[in-house]
């Protein structure tokens, strides 16, 4: 059973950047779709971005494509959300996801991810 383990929240002002890093513990990044989500209070967990396992192509809710970027570095085995000219509204704990590689199911999926990190706050200031 992968474990995956996100860092690199904080607090931020509206315009900002923020890079958050996701480790899979003892396995290759490269190996999995990999995702990141976020939960604002009182919301329900929403799809930011995810990175297929076999192309690499990253998918991008709407309300970030522009904005932030997934990336992943296979000899680190770290992934990545860069997120740029950040909003209030961009507030929420973040967490990084990971599942086998399945490609005719939607990355957008929470369910079909299989392990989940902890979550890392994001707070972005007016």
């Known amino acids: 059973q992968v474990h995956v383990e996100e860092s690199g929240g904080g607090l931020v002002q509206a315009g900002g950047s923020l890079r958050l890093s996701c480790t899979p513990s003892?396995?290759?990044?490269?190996?999995?779709?990999m995702g990141w989500f976020r939960q604002a209070l009182g919301k329900e967990r929403a799809f930011v971005s995810a990175i297929s396992w076999i192309s690499a192509r990253p998918y991008y809710s709407d309300s970030v494509k522009g904005r932030f970027t997934i990336s992943r570095d296979n000899a680190a085995n770290m992934l990545y959300l860069q997120m740029s000219s950040l909003k209030p509204e961009d507030t929420a704990v973040y967490y990084c996801?990971?599942?086998?590689?399945?490609?005719?199911?939607?990355?957008?999926?929470?369910?079909?991810?299989?392990?989940w990190g902890q979550g890392t706050q994001v707070t972005v200031s007016s």
């Open positions: 003892g396995r290759m990044v490269s190996a999995y779709d």
């Open positions: 996801a990971a599942r086998n590689p399945a490609p005719e199911r939607d990355y957008a999926s929470a369910d079909s991810y299989t392990a």
